[in-house]
C-alpha cells in the first residue's frame, strides 16, 4: 500500500529542503505541512504543487510497487469544466488523464471539474468530481446532467406518483430547477467521488 507521508518525506530530504522551505514554496505554514508528513490527509491540488516542487510525477505517490502487481491504478479523464451554478455548455472532449488507485477513482468513468457555488458546503468551486456513467439515478443521488445543452451538478429528485424530475441544489439560494415534458434533458451519471483541489 502507498505511504505518500513517507515519500514527502522521501522527497523532500532528496532535494535538500527543510519543513519550513517546502511549506513557504507552497504558500502553506509550516504546521500544516509538518501534519501532511505525519500522515494527515492532503487534497489533490495541495499534493500535485508538492510533486510540482520535489520534480516528481503526481502519480508517484500512489505508484507503489504492489500496487502496479495488483493493477490497482486506473487512468480516467478529465472533461471540460462542469457548471454548479446556473449551466454552462455541454462536456467537451477529455483535456487530459489523471492517474489513481482503483481505491480512490471507484467505479469513475471520467472526471471533470465544479464551477460554481451552488452546490456548497458539500461541493465547493474547484472541486474535482468523479463521475460513473450511468443513465439512471436514485432519487436524492448527486449527478450530472445535460439539461437543454447545458451541463449541471445538482442533486436529482424524482416523484413516483407525479413523475416529476427537479434538480435541486444544496446552496439555499438557488431555485430548484423543474425538468419539464418538452426540455431536452439526459442523467450523464452519477457522482461517486469528490476531491478538494484546492490549498
Known sequence: MFNISEKLKKYRNALGLTQTEVAEKIEITKPTYASYEKG???????????????????ESFFSEEDEEKNNSMVKIPILSDVSAGYGEEALEEAT??????????????????????????????????????????DSGEIGIFLLNEKVYCKRFHYNPITKEMVLKSLNTNYDPIYIAKDDDFRI???????????V
Open 40 to 58: 494527515k490527509d492532503i487534497s489533490i491540488g495541495t499534493l500535485k504543487k508538492l510533486a510540482d516542487l520535489f520534480e516528481v510525477s503526481f
Open 96 to 137: 487530459h488523464w489523471i492517474k489513481l488507485p482503483r481505491s480512490i477513482a471507484r467505479n469513475a468513468t471520467f472526471g471533470t471539474f465544479v464551477a460554481g457555488d451552488s452546490m456548497e458546503p458539500k461541493i465547493n468551486d474547484g472541486d474535482l468530481l468523479l463521475v460513473q456513467d450511468i443513465p439512471q439515478l
Open 188 to 198: 450523464v451519471g452519477k457522482v461517486v467521488g469528490i476531491y478538494d483541489y484546492t
